[in-house]
T-cell receptor
Framework: DAKTTQPNSMESNEEEPVHLPCNHS???????IHWYRQLPSQGPEYVIH???SNVNNRMASLAIAEDRKSSTLILHRATLRDAAVYYC????????????????FGKGTKLSVIP | ETGVTQTPRHLVMGMTNKKSLKCEQH?????MYWYKQSAKKPLELMFV???????ENNSVPSRFSPECPNSSHLFLHLHTLQPEDSALYLC????????????FGPGTRLTVL
């Protein structure tokens, strides 16, 4: 399975943009790039996903490199509520199940937001 | 509130006990998942159900037994667990197994003594 590499931790000041990097140099052509985050004492929460083009939604933006070997999750204005562990995940196919996909979580990046 | 609920939120059990974890979703989803999150380890997928049928078992020991009576409910039956099974057990659901967004419950914090 293709793997992702993320920094263990990052800090940001409140109200400033945050760029969370992810390397996935062995990504295959059919892998989608997903981002989830996990707030303290909660289950993971979907943030955004993409395949080739940059994506925007109400939570964040996802910038994908042209060669797809890296991507960046962008939080435009960090708030204290954004303090969480952010996971960059490649969605790969589970070969034993027809049409089923697996999310393989790594260790993620712990984002701290400074008031 | 994600629409996925889990009970109990905390559970302490001995190695000889039998207990069950419950997950319920009110999102109209057809796929449900069990994950395990141990301290300092990434989330691990345990089981996948699609339309009540188990489609994946990621080499999980038989002391963990899943049950999916309908698309809205998922159980994880536990028996003769080991202390190393202590972890946060998370349930998730999605519209189907081929869909991008999974909705997670808050998890059950399990401690095995």
């Amino acid at each position: 399975d293709a793997k992702t590499t993320q920094p263990n931790s990052m800090e940001s000041n409140e109200e400033e943009p945050v760029h969370l990097p992810c390397n996935h140099s062995t990504i295959s052509g059919t892998d989608y790039i997903h981002w989830y985050r996990q707030l303290p004492s909660q289950g993971p929460e979907y943030v955004i996903h993409g395949l080739t083009s940059n994506v925007n939604n109400r939570m964040a933006s996802l910038a994908i490199a042209e060669d797809r070997k890296s991507s960046t999750l962008i939080l435009h204005r960090a708030t204290l509520r954004d303090a969480a562990v952010y996971y960059c995940i490649l969605r790969g196919r589970l070969y034993s199940g027809a049409g089923s996909y697996q999310l393989t979580f790594g260790k993620g990046t712990k984002l701290s937001v400074i008031p | 509130e994600t629409g996925v609920t889990q009970t109990p939120r905390h559970l302490v059990m001995g190695m000889t006990n039998k207990k069950s974890l419950k997950c319920e979703q009110h999102l109209g989803h057809n796929a449900m998942y069990w994950y395990k999150q141990s301290a300092k380890k990434p989330l691990e997928l345990m089981f996948v159900y699609n339309f009540k049928e188990q489609t994946e078992n990621n080499s999980v020991p038989s002391r963990f037994s899943p049950e999916c009576p309908n698309s809205s409910h998922l159980f994880l039956h536990l028996h003769t667990l080991q202390p190393e099974d202590s972890a946060l057990y998370l349930c998730a659901s999605s519209l189907g197994t081929g869909f991008n967004e999974q909705f997670f419950g808050p998890g059950t914090r399990l401690t095995v003594l």
